[in-house]
């Protein structure tokens, strides 16, 4: 048996045990992936000069996610209350 199959049926045998929680099939704004790719996308894009080579871009990428990913993964609890108090609706940011 395959391992897809062999975890398909440990969950199902074990279903009880879990609480399925109610998720918005697309929720960016709990996703702190989406935050730091956003920020190291806006960081790259404005560094003067740009990135000219692959060391370069690790060496922009390593200060990027040593200095600016702490602060966007600091700020996610804000977000999180931001979306409860928009019952999950539009929210500004």
């Given at each position: 048996m395959s391992q897809g199959l062999d975890c398909v049926e440990w969950f199902e045998?074990?279903?009880?045990?879990f609480h399925l929680m109610s998720w918005p099939p697309n929720s960016p704004d709990l996703n702190p992936m989406e935050h730091i790719l956003d920020v190291m996308e806006r960081q790259?894009?404005?560094?003067?000069?740009?990135?000219?080579?692959?060391s370069t871009l690790r060496d922009c990428c390593l200060d990027i996610w040593y200095n600016h990913v702490p602060k966007t993964v600091a700020s996610m609890p804000?977000?999180?209350?931001?979306?409860?108090?928009?019952k999950g609706g539009a929210m500004h940011y």
């Open positions: 045998e074990h279903t009880d045990e790259l894009r404005s560094q003067t000069p740009p990135c000219l080579n692959i804000r977000w999180v209350a931001a979306v409860l108090k928009a």
